[in-house]
């Protein structure tokens, strides 16, 4: 039996982020539609896949986030760090929003089906 692919997480970046301080005239950001992908995070062998890796590995600490192992930036290097408002898809596709204390699920909005 061959090797699985890895698991991958992706990170989405809020278009007009709040940082958790939404204001009239400043809104929170709608998931998904006020967001655009900047990362898709690889979930280490032998580990469960948590969003807490994601925002680290998406995070300036030693280096620009994108030098990072197992991270693969998505458009241009040019991206801020990852922080509250932002959202980690999981590989099982719920969305997590990075909260002040970690993260919660988003309800993400149901497909409607043509005609309905």
């Known amino acids: 039996m061959g ?3 890895p698991l991958i997480m992706q990170v989405a970046h ?8 939404a204001r009239e005239g400043h809104p929170d ?8 992908m900047v990362a898709v ?6 580990q469960e896949p948590n969003p807490d ?15 990072n192992p ?5 458009g241009e290097p040019r991206h801020r760090s990852t922080s509250v408002g932002d959202v980690v898809i ?13 993260f919660r699920a ?6 409607r089906k043509p005609g309905a």
């Open 3 to 5: 090797k699985q692919p």
């Open 90 to 102: 999981m590989p099982n596709g719920r969305a997590m929003l990075c909260t002040p204390l970690g």
């Open 29 to 36: 950001p709608v998931y998904p539609a006020d967001f655009f």
């Open 70 to 74: 197992g991270v693969t930036l998505v």
């Open 14 to 21: 809020a278009k007009n982020p709040n940082f958790g301080f």
């Open 41 to 46: 995070v690889e979930v280490p062998e032998r």
């Open 106 to 111: 988003l309800k993400t909005p149901k497909k």
């Open 53 to 67: 890796h994601a925002f680290h590995l998406t995070n300036h600490i030693d280096r620009a986030w994108w030098e």
